[in-house]
């Protein structure tokens, strides 16, 4: 069973918007943050946003402003809206979950490619 599953990438033109989702399975318990990272070809991956079970965010300075983490505890999804898209946000954008026993999973990735 696949720990988490990400949808809503895509191609999108600058200046417009995404959603992504990520559903955690059942296989995981006790989840205390939730987030996205993304890497970009020739570099590191990098932390985008995150959420914990209690709501507080944390985001990378790039996206500040454009980019919105959110969550549903019941469901153990995470959400990241992103608005504003620049080129630069082309990326593989994998979702994480990390339990309250700091055990870590990732999802596959899904593509992200804003045209300028």
């Known amino acids: 069973q696949v720990p988490l599953v990400e949808s809503g990438g895509g191609l999108v033109q600058a200046g417009g918007s995404l959603r992504l989702s990520c559903a955690a399975s059942?296989?995981?318990?006790?989840?205390?943050?939730m987030g996205w990272y993304r890497q970009a070809p020739g570099k590191q991956r990098e932390l985008v946003a995150s959420?914990?079970?209690?709501?507080?965010?944390n985001y990378a300075d790039s996206v500040k402003g454009r980019f919105t983490v959110s969550g549903d505890n019941a469901k153990k999804t995470v959400y990241l809206q992103m608005n504003s898209l620049k080129p630069e946000d082309t990326a593989t954008y994998y979702c994480?979950?990390?339990?309250?026993?700091?055990?870590?999973?990732w999802g596959q990735g899904t593509q992200v490619t804003v045209s300028s």
């Open positions: 059942e296989i995981i318990f006790r989840i205390n943050t």
């Open positions: 994480t979950a990390t339990t309250v026993r700091a055990r870590d999973y």
């Open positions: 959420i914990t079970r209690d709501g507080s965010t």
